[in-house]
């Protein structure tokens, strides 16, 4: 099955730890949207649902621990942004959990579009400071 989303050059911010985290972010939700063309169970969904929060959040604080010891200037407003996502990742998973949405097409192309646009827009903002 063709992943929902495939890494190329383009996504590099030429930092190889960050790299390699987008690259972790990529597998977990295209092991997401494989659970989904299949219809995987609850419990699979489910913690798909937490690993993907949580290594969010852990890569967020990587990311800008590494630019605040860059001097990235607009270090606050990508905070900001990071806690927006987070917090939309973290409304899905309630919502998910507490039965009130199910995981659907839509669903997955905001998470593609969430990842590909933050990286492609906001994280090559840094590039130059780190």
Do not use: C
């Amino acid at each position: 099955m063709k992943p929902l989303i495939s890494w190329h050059n383009s996504f590099s911010v030429n930092n190889d730890i960050i790299d390699s985290q987008h690259k972790k972010l990529i597998d977990i939700i295209n092991h997401f949207y494989e659970v989904f063309k299949r219809k995987g169970n609850i419990e699979e969904i489910e913690q798909i649902l937490a690993e993907l929060k949580d290594y969010t959040k852990y890569h967020f604080s990587a990311e800008e621990s590494i630019m605040e010891k860059a001097g990235y200037p607009d270090l606050e407003e990508h905070k900001r942004s990071h806690n927006q996502l987070v917090e939309k990742i973290v409304d899905i998973e309630k919502k998910f959990l507490d039965r009130k949405i199910t995981v659907n097409f839509e669903m997955m192309t905001f998470l593609r579009l969430w990842l590909t646009n933050h990286i492609l827009e906001e994280d090559k903002l840094y590039i130059n400071f780190i």
